[in-house]
């Protein structure tokens, strides 16, 4: 936590807008870390007062975004290791948060993978038609992002049910593997 305070007030005395950024990217995901592996148990708060600071002024709002983020991960992390914790309300209640902020800001990088942690979580309630929909979501809208690549095979696996899928590449023992089922073209 004295890493945070640091990179606050790194932060603070930054001449450059991406110098600015930078650490408070890190003193955010630094307070977040902390909070989630149990060294920090008010981190979500201290978040919390970040983001209301960052919020004030719209040329920050980016930025606010990415420290919201981190706050609802660490409340969530936080939420996990309470005596005898609800499951099923604790992650009710990240979904709900992750709606929220796909709301609030839907056009933040951070906005992906609050899509993809809500499509997972569709996905293992057995929701499937709702997680393709935010996969869709995260492929249309955030081409370029890592996040794009994993909600295009989260989509393929979930249409792939009960159908043959071509498969190639480097084998487990060696080799090559190149399964082509009947009707399935090559892929080029």
């Known amino acids: 936590l004295r890493r945070a305070d640091v990179l606050e007030q790194l932060a603070a005395t930054a001449k450059k807008p991406e110098e600015r950024a930078m650490w408070y990217h890190q003193a955010a995901d630094t307070i977040s870390a902390a909070a989630q592996s149990g060294k920090c148990p008010d981190g979500d708060k201290r978040l919390k007062a970040l983001f209301e600071k960052l919020s004030k002024n719209e040329a920050d709002r980016e930025l606010a975004a990415y420290v919201k983020m981190r706050e609802l991960m660490a409340g969530y992390g936080l939420s996990l290791q309470t005596p005898s914790p609800d499951f099923q309300k604790i992650q009710a209640e990240l979904l709900k948060n992750l709606e929220q902020y796909t709301r609030d800001y839907p056009t933040v990088p951070d906005a992906a993978e609050a899509m993809l942690q809500l499509g997972i979580g569709r996905e293992y309630a057995g ?8 996969y869709e979501r995260i492929v249309r ?13 989260a989509i393929t696996r979930l249409d792939s049910v009960g159908k043959p899928i071509a498969l190639s590449g480097n084998g487990a023992r060696g080799g090559v593997v190149d399964r082509q089922p009947a009707g399935v073209p090559r892929r080029r």
């Open 141 to 153: 809208e955030f081409p370029g992002l890592l996040q794009a690549k994993k909600a295009a095979g």
């Open 127 to 134: 929701q499937d038609e709702d997680a393709k929909k935010w």
